[in-house]
């Protein structure tokens, strides 16, 4: 049997692509905002409709500059949840910003907005919560409570690129929200990410800070980085920009017959599928609870690796327990998050999934039960 990864990267025909790219040796510029970056960046603007995207040649980079760029005083506080990729921790930790840590919900994952007032204390600057597996956080509630307490909101969207809620796209909630563009991500340009923004001081600031604080020719205006995405990486994004809602109606194929597998089954929990959402189908969370289902996930995980198949424990361990981060926070703070880390498995899902192997992961699922 061949091996099944958890995903498969998204490509373009390789003529496409290299189609694409052709004008570059003609015009040499490879790098620093040329004319791929210009298209992509106007071709996300008008396909997200929002004012103002900012590329990047990833999205943990975008999520600290948009950070820093927000000017917050060394040592505020960031209210963030740990069930999360290490990026958000990180970025938060790497600005100089004290994250704190706020428990999730048990269906969707996303931050718990209830618990959210009482973590806020004079220091805190921001929430910056995850639209975890594309799932959208209840961005009403952040907003009214960003605005009670004058905090600003930015979205760690890496997982949501293409998600809509009630008809809008989800790059333009809150004051900033970032995609990730990992070539493991819905859609990828290799590397790549972006900041999405209305705010039209933030347009100069964000590209200095990607170009070393950069300003002009003979002024450096920022202790700046470099972060920029290069014009090959802005042609992937282009060519797979024409053919991402062919890869989500795929992906949304994938899911249902996933469902139709593993819906209704005691000990097995799925995503709650929200209403308002269109979603891009990412990723296919399960958790399983070793008292109603028998066996626990790292017996499934288990199981479909001695099978050839690579599920992910995504996300374990939780942020807030990091070796890194051993005597700063604590992981029992945060228990719904804690529980469900050791609960959860998302399995191998892309556009060209076939059938017969759904239907073989989870003959295994159903068999780990027998
Ligand atoms: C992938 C990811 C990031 C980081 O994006 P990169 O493009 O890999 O730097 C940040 N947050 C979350 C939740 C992610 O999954």
Redesign the pocket.
């Known amino acids: 049997m061949d091996k099944i990864l958890v995903t498969k990267s998204s490509m373009p025909n390789k003529d496409e692509y290299l189609d694409e790219i052709s004008d570059l040796w003609n015009t040499h510029w490879l790098t620093n905002m040329g004319t791929k970056h210009k298209q992509f960046q106007t071709e996300l603007e008008s396909r997200i409709g929002v004012p103002h995207v900012a590329l990047?040649c990833?999205?943990?980079?975008?999520?600290e500059n948009i950070i820093e760029a927000m000017d917050f005083p060394k040592g505020s506080e960031i209210i963030t949840t740990p069930f999360?990729?290490?990026?958000?921790t990180h970025?938060i930790v790497r600005s100089g910003m004290v994250p704190v840590f706020c428990d999730i919900n048990p269906d969707d994952y996303t931050i718990d907005v209830s618990k959210i007032e009482s973590l806020i204390t004079d220091k805190t600057v921001a929430i910056l919560p995850?639209h975890?597996y594309g799932n959208i956080c209840d961005i009403e509630a952040i907003e009214t409570i960003a605005k009670q307490h004058g905090l600003r909101v930015i979205y760690?969207a890496?997982?949501a690129f293409a998600v809509k809620y009630k008809g809008v796209d989800v790059g333009c909630f809150g004051d900033a929200s970032?995609f990730?563009?990992?070539a493991?991500?819905v859609f990828n340009t290799i590397?790549?990410?972006a900041v999405c923004f209305r705010d039209d001081n933030l347009v100069q600031k964000l590209n200095d800070l990607k170009n070393f604080g950069i300003h002009g020719p003979e002024s450096v205006e920022y202790v700046g980085g470099n972060a920029k995405m290069n014009e090959f990486c802005a042609a992937m994004g282009i060519c797979n920009l024409r053919h991402l809602d062919d890869e989500i109606s795929k992906r949304k194929i994938v899911t249902e017959r996933y469902r139709s597998h593993l819906e209704g089954i005691s000990g097995i929990k799925l995503c709650v599928v929200n209403p308002d959402t269109v979603s891009n189908y990412a990723y296919f969370p399960v958790q399983f609870d070793k008292e109603e289902f028998g066996y626990d996930r790292d017996d499934v995980f288990n199981k479909l690796a001695d099978n050839g198949i690579g599920a992910r424990k995504y996300f374990y361990p939780i942020t807030n327990s990091y070796d890194c981060y051993k005597d700063k926070f604590d992981a029992t703070e945060t228990p719904i998050a804690l529980e469900i880390s050791r609960r959860i498995l998302t399995l191998p899902l892309y556009a060209d999934l076939s059938f017969d192997d759904v239907d073989r992961i989870c003959e295994l699922i159903h068999s780990s039960n027998k």
Do not use: I, P, Q, R
Request: net charge negative.
């Open positions: 990047y990833n999205g943990h980079l975008a999520l999360t990729f290490a990026s958000t970025a995850v975890v760690d890496a997982h970032m990730s563009f990992h493991t991500k590397e790549g990410g």
